[in-house]
């Protein structure tokens, strides 16, 4: 079979599955979250922590809630850190060092899961399990909640209440999290990933001598990290170690699962307003995204441009034989059109273009289908922004889903829009400029400068991914992208939790022969025209000076 080939069907298989999951599971969680029952097991954890699940919150209290337990989640996990050489199952490893510890927290806190470290040789299994495992699901469990309240804003009327957040937050971990996790990781372990506690010991090598590795609980954590949009490995080497990620079977498996929830959501987003049509046309311009850019992808990576890559079939420089051309394609641009960053290759030795596409990924918003959470909340902002757009070119007052956009809302979406862009192009411009961050830029030129402008990119869409060859780990990138992840992950919250507000008071606007259909193939299309151009404007010049460069100069 060729390598085309084989990645086409693969293609096809994941298309397939997911397919069959979005129904069922986009109805689910629309019902975990309109439920007014609770648990049993949840009642016990809303009693520890002393809320009332049955109290409605408006904006500035859910907001209140949203941070509060965020800021808490930074705190503890860096004093975990920093006190890891005191703590039991530390493995013989010293505590973090202040400005790693900080970056770490604020990574995982903010579902970005960047890290300026190597996971075997620096976290104990205390840390990694009570810490980075956990926040791994909270600060997933965090972006749905929010969503949710988006959602609440869109169908409810003439008040300001979104529900609660400590009752989204427990109902996301408890009743959907968790148990996809379970089911992921025991498969994850049925395909060959180790869970285990196991301490340092050596291993012989094939070429002689022996090499030291330490064990880990990896399926359980490789399981929500994928399904959480987290990212992180366990490893340094991430799902490109075969610890993580066996084999071309758990390749498929972890792909499906960082793409399984962010698309339901649009089912249950259709499912909570009262129009499963509303949610077909979200998910299709989240479908056309992605198989776009995963068929140019393909197309960039299996393209035959040198005698090498003829050998090869395709560029096969950083990726995992195991996988090929076809699986880490796929891998790279599920991982970073979601706010995963787990990759199975390395993405600084993909070509030119190939880099480009990924970054690009990440700058859309990471919306096609988007993070947990933050997909589906900021493709409804760029809804609105495309909605505003209709309404300027005939003159009417935009309306979606039966609320007027009008001047705050419109602003609220603006700020949404800009403030990435923002984080990403200052931090990056700094860094360009100023002497100390340059030293660590293992390469010079168009890669050099792609390799800075992707990790911002990625910290600050809170992704995780990073090009190989920048040593991060300094005081000047931990603090900055800890920055960018912290102020990417939770000042858009503010805005979007403002808008939900903002909509949920006003009342309904009727339908009339003058409005927008936008469950209509039309309204997709522009849709995905807004979002596009708006991210090629915004972040064209810097890409033409890195990816489009490089790509060009090849």
């Given amino acids: 079979m060729s390598p085309v080939l084989a990645g086409v069907l693969q293609m096809?298989?994941?298309?397939?599955?997911?397919?069959?999951?979005?129904?069922?599971?986009?109805?689910?969680?629309?019902?975990?979250?309109?439920?007014?029952?609770?648990?049993?097991?949840?009642?016990?954890?809303?009693?520890?922590?002393g809320a009332n699940p049955t109290a409605e919150m408006r904006w500035p209290a859910y907001l209140r809630g949203v941070l509060a337990f965020s800021a808490v989640g930074v705190l503890f996990l860096y004093l975990l850190q920093r006190l890891q050489g005191s703590l039991p199952g530390s493995l013989g490893f010293s505590s973090i060092d202040p400005d790693q510890a900080f970056n770490t927290a604020a990574s995982f806190v903010s579902n970005t899961n960047w890290q300026s470290y190597y996971g075997e040789q620096a976290m104990g299994h205390v840390v990694q399990t009570g810490g980075l495992a956990v926040q791994n699901f909270v600060s997933a469990a965090v972006g749905i909640a929010v969503a949710v309240a988006l959602v609440r804003g869109?169908?409810?009327?003439?008040?300001?209440?979104?529900?609660?957040?400590?009752?989204?937050?427990?109902?996301?971990?408890?009743r959907i999290l968790i148990p996809i996790s379970v089911i992921a990781a025991i498969l994850l372990v049925a395909c060959g990933a180790i869970q285990n506690f196991a301490g340092i010991h050596e291993v012989g090598q094939f070429t002689g001598g022996t090499q030291q590795w330490n064990g880990g609980a990896v399926a359980s954590q490789e399981a929500i990290k994928e399904l959480g949009t987290n990212g992180g490995g366990y490893f340094n080497a991430?799902?490109?170690?075969?610890?993580?990620?066996?084999?071309?079977?758990?390749?498929?498996?972890?792909?499906?699962?960082?793409?399984?929830?962010?698309?339901?959501?649009?089912?249950?987003?259709?499912?909570?307003?009262?129009?499963?049509?509303?949610?077909?046309?979200?998910?299709?311009?989240m479908v056309t995204i992605w198989i776009g850019f995963t068929a140019l992808m393909m197309w960039t990576e299996f393209h035959h441009g040198a005698p090498a890559f003829d050998v090869a079939s395709g560029a096969m420089e950083g990726k995992e034989t195991r996988f090929g051309v076809g699986g880490s394609s796929i891998f790279a641009v599920a991982t970073t059109l979601t706010s995963t960053g787990a990759v199975n290759s390395f993405h600084s030795s993909f070509t030119g273009f190939g880099g480009g596409i990924t970054m690009l990924g990440m700058q859309l918003g990471e919306i096609a289908p988007g993070g947990v959470g933050s997909g589906i909340y900021g493709m409804l902002i760029m809804a609105i922004i495309a909605v505003f757009i209709a309404g300027l070119m005939v003159g009417?007052?935009?309306?979606?889903?039966?609320?007027?956009?009008?001047?705050?809302?419109?602003?609220?979406?603006?700020?949404?829009?800009?403030?990435?862009?923002?984080?990403?192009?200052?931090?990056?411009?700094?860094?360009?400029?100023?002497?100390?961050?340059?030293?660590?830029?293992?390469?010079?030129?168009?890669?050099?400068f792609s390799e800075i402008l992707y990790a911002f990119t990625s910290g600050a869409n809170n992704n995780g991914s990073a090009f190989a060859g920048l040593n991060a780990d300094t005081q000047w990138f931990n603090t900055t992208i800890g920055l960018a992840m912290l102020l990417g992950r939770f000042l858009p919250m503010v805005f979007v939790l403002a808008l939900a507000g903002s909509l949920a008071e006003q009342k309904p606007v009727p339908a009339t022969a003058g409005t927008l259909r936008t469950e209509k193939p039309l309204f997709t299309g522009l849709l995905v025209g807004t979002i596009l151009i708006i991210t090629g404007l915004t972040y064209f010049p810097a890409l033409a000076l890195g990816p489009l460069a490089e790509g060009l100069a090849s």
């Fill in 12 to 49: 096809l298989a994941l298309i397939a599955a997911l397919a069959l999951a979005y129904r069922p599971l986009g109805d689910y969680m629309a019902g975990v979250y309109s439920s007014k029952k609770h648990l049993r097991v949840e009642k016990w954890i809303y009693k520890a922590i």
């Fill in 154 to 174: 869109f169908a409810r009327s003439r008040t300001g209440e979104l529900g609660n957040f400590w009752a989204d937050l427990v109902r996301g971990t408890v």
């Fill in 238 to 285: 991430n799902s490109a170690h075969p610890f993580e990620n066996p084999n071309p079977i758990s390749n498929l498996l972890e792909i499906f699962l960082i793409l399984l929830i962010p698309f339901a959501l649009t089912r249950t987003f259709g499912r909570m307003v009262g129009s499963l049509k509303q949610g077909y046309a979200i998910l299709a311009a």
């Fill in 396 to 448: 009417r007052t935009p309306e979606y889903l039966g609320k007027k956009i009008g001047t705050r809302e419109i602003k609220l979406a603006a700020c949404y829009i800009l403030i990435t862009p923002a984080l990403v192009l200052c931090f990056t411009a700094a860094s360009m400029a100023l002497p100390t961050p340059g030293d660590s830029m293992t390469n010079s030129g168009a890669h050099g």
